[in-house]
């Protein structure tokens, strides 16, 4: 008999409706049960695509004597973190703090008014490897909440307290009252000090930052990018090609399908976690194609072109939006019992390469692939790389035999797909498919981004300007959006504005940001997560640091910043300024983990610069020079396109960073402005190419 969680629209509550655990949403109803029945609260918190909230799922919540204990000792709430990142944040917050680790799933036990009093992750069924069974936890969480309330009371109120009382190093200074003086935005040495810090933790062997596991560095790569546009800097370029070039010729890299995984297992890329989440390859698809804009580099081209290509084809809903996640587990190809095994879609052994491509050709895939008799994963499979630099193959044979090898797998069992579309990773799809689509001459991927934003508008967004964090079929969640997601869709309208020259998703953009600026900043100009008017948790969280997403404060800050480059608000980018005042403390101490921030900064200290590009739409001058424009690495650029003025009476612009510009000679012409003063406008586009790289 279905719980709860059957009338949800999150496809991970879903996947739980049909346990014997008497789940329900997080609601106000929940927790007034638990006070009902003088019960504590389980929180679980996971998503669609986590291997181990499968693998915990499968061994306790689908086990009838646990879900027994469960529904009579608890209440149980079931959280999909990708819906509510508010809940996640606190909760994973206290999680941190308490054991110094944190992760999904992610198992927190409450007491009826929410507080947090005991807290772990993944629980395995028999106690193993020092962990104690989950049947266990759930025994000892029992007994002390009959034998010792009040000392679980005690604990609970002091980890709020706790969490309550802690500051976060914004860059605020004190003013002479005791109260919040004006943030000061960064200066030249913050990003300086902050490249000193990546170079101490850059991995010159194996590229990428840190050890195992080893996470796609899209922020760090983003900012490493802008910084060398700006100063000219060989070691960030380096850092950035390097690891660029690592991820794509590793197993991370899906080198038939196109497409990245999570992360990998291992610090050389080889072995990844194998799900495949929309944020990251929206977020590497833009870094490619920046890194193809800056250098040339046909791989970098390749790698921006097929993830691209996957998103588009593996990741996109009827409604035209983007999904959130593909699963790393699938069925064994073959196997007949219905098991699911990670990486089970992806990997190969020499038998299987034989099977589809015949001896010959097998033995070749094999080389330029890096498959072997041993494998490099389990059971003698491998992952697919591209491990030999130096070997020659011929083009025609290699993609002779990529087509072939992805039409058998395209036969195998695939792996499920969440079809919940986020706002904020939504936006961050169409600032990349629209960029892409426009430096490769492909419409049809400017076409797939202009889908989504109209899906975001009609779906997403109120009248009010206020955002819902999901939907699926078409159908709006009941969650507010937060922070990122005002962000990062303001983002994606920025840029979507900017290559097809339609003004309205500007205005849209300046909705969104208004929003921001009424709703989630507070008086000393830092950034909220979730707005004014959210619902209350025991928190509300503020955090400026990046996770597998850029962090919404620093997002914000950056489509504030560009938002104000277009229209010349003044109050847009003084919010801009204010907000990366975080910037100037967490930057040289952390820059791995406020790298968007950084990468903001590079826009600010350049300008950023503005691009008005004024011609008919159809002339092929006009063309010219804004693709010249959108072609420019300056960091933050923003390029607005449209018809010389007719001279008609009240005559309205689209974007106000065209007001006042006209034809040169009748021809079509370009403006540069920069720190508040421009340059001669040009109809040549080599000027203007002049105009856009000089350094500061």
């Given at each position: 008999?279905?719980n ?12 739980h409706?049909?346990n014997?655990?008497d ?9 007034d ?51 509510r ?8 917050e206290a999680?941190?703090?308490?054991t110094?680790?944190?992760g ?10 929410a ?5 772990g992750?993944?629980?395995p069924p028999a106690p ?10 759930l025994?000892?969480v029992k ?6 309330r ?25 003013s002479?009252d ?16 902050a ?37 000219g ?6 850092m ?6 690592a ?7 899906d080198?038939?399908?196109?497409g990245?995984?999570r992360y990998?297992?291992?610090a ?13 390859n ?7 194609a ?7 580099s046909e ?31 699938s069925a ?7 098991k ?12 299987q ?24 994963f ?27 090898l992805l ?21 961050l ?21 202009t889908?989504?934003a ?18 699926l079929d078409g ?17 994606g ?7 097809t ?8 953009a ?17 950034l ?5 008017d ?13 996770n ?8 914000a ?9 277009y ?5 847009h980018?003084?919010a ?9 403390v ?16 590079e826009?600010?200290l350049d ?10 739409h159809?002339h092929?001058?006009?063309?010219e ?7 420019s ?10 018809e010389?003025?007719?001279?008609a ?7 106000p ?5 006209s ?8 403006y540069?402005c ?10 040549d ?9 000089g350094?500061?």
């Open positions: 008999m279905p709860r969680l059957a009338h949800e629209t999150s496809p991970y509550l879903l996947q409706a049909e014997p655990v789940w329900w949403p997080w609601s106000p109803e929940a927790f049960e638990a006070r009902r029945r003088g019960v504590p609260v389980l929180l679980s918190v996971g998503y669609s695509s986590c291997h181990w909230c499968h693998v915990m799922a499968h061994e306790s919540f689908e086990d009838g004597p646990t879900a027994g204990f469960l529904n009579e000792h608890f209440v149980s709430v079931k959280v999909d973190r990708e819906e990142p508010d809940i996640d944040a606190v909760y994973m999680v941190q703090a308490a110094g680790q944190g999904w799933p992610m198992t927190v036990f409450l007491t009826p008014e507080e947090p009093f005991y807290f992750t993944y629980f193993k490897h020092g962990m104690p069974s989950f049947r266990q936890v025994e000892g007994v002390a909440w009959t034998d010792r009040e000392e679980v009371g005690e604990v609970a109120g002091r980890i709020v307290r706790d969490l309550s009382e802690r500051t976060l190093a914004s860059g605020v200074p004190t002479e005791g109260g919040p003086a004006a943030p000061q935005p960064p200066t030249v040495e913050d990003p300086h000090r490249l000193m810090g990546l170079t101490r933790d850059f991995d010159a062997v194996r590229g990428g930052f840190g050890g195992a596991p080893k996470f796609p560095p899209s922020m760090t790569l983003e900012f490493l990018l802008r910084h060398q546009a700006r100063t800097s060989a070691a960030a370029l380096q950035a090609e390097a690891t660029c070039e991820m794509a010729r590793g197993g991370i890299y080198q038939l399908g196109g990245f995984a990998s297992v291992d050389s890329w080889v072995v990844p976690h194998f799900e495949k989440m929309l944020y990251d929206a977020l590497l698809c833009r870094v490619y920046h890194l193809w804009r800056a250098t040339g791989l970098a081209r390749r790698v921006a072109l097929e993830t691209a290509d996957f998103l588009v084809r593996e990741m996109r809903t009827e409604q035209g939006g983007f999904a959130s996640a593909l699963d790393a587990d064994v190809p073959g196997d007949g019992s219905g699911h095994v990670e990486g089970a879609y992806y990997v190969w052994t020499p038998a390469l034989r099977e589809v491509l015949g001896e010959q050709d097998a033995a070749l895939a094999a080389a330029h692939f890096g498959v072997t008799e041993d494998g490099t389990e059971e003698g499979a491998s992952v697919l790389q591209l491990p030999d630099t130096e070997q020659l193959m011929e083009a025609g044979k290699i993609a002779s035999v990529r087509a072939r039409a058998a797998r395209e036969e195998r069992p695939r792996p499920g797909r969440d079809d919940k579309v986020v706002a904020a990773w939504n936006g799809a169409i600032a990349a498919l629209a960029e892409t689509g426009a430096y490769f001459d492909r419409p049809d991927l400017v076409q797939a981004a889908d989504a109209d899906l975001l508008v009609r779906t997403h967004m109120d009248w009010h300007a206020r955002l819902f964090r999901t939907s159908v709006a969640g009941s969650h507010a959006g937060v922070l990122e997601d005002y962000a990062d869709v303001a983002e309208f920025l840029a979507l504005s900017g290559v020259g339609e003004g309205v998703w500007v205005d849209f300046g909705l969104l940001l208004d929003t921001v600026l009424v709703h989630f900043t507070a008086p000393n100009g830092t909220y997560d979730t707005a004014d959210a619902e209350a948790l025991i928190r509300r969280p503020q955090d400026p640091t990046d597998a997403t850029p962090s919404g404060w620093t997002a800050a950056g489509a504030l910043l560009s938002y104000a480059a229209t010349g608000s003044s109050p980018r003084e801009a300024e204010r907000a990366l005042g975080v910037v100037r967490l930057g040289p101490k952390a820059p791995r983990f406020i790298s968007w921030g950084l990468a903001v900064t826009a600010l300008g950023p610069r503005e691009v008005a590009v004024v011609g008919p159809d092929p001058a006009t063309g020079l804004h693709r010249t424009a959108l072609l690495t300056a960091p933050g650029l923003v390029v607005a396109v449209g010389p003025p007719s001279g009476e009240g005559e309205q612009v689209e974007v960073l065209l007001a006042g510009r034809l040169v000679d009748a021809r079509p012409a370009a540069v920069r720190h508040f003063t421009c340059d001669a406008p040009t109809a586009p080599k000027t203007l190419e002049e105009q856009l790289t350094q500061q």
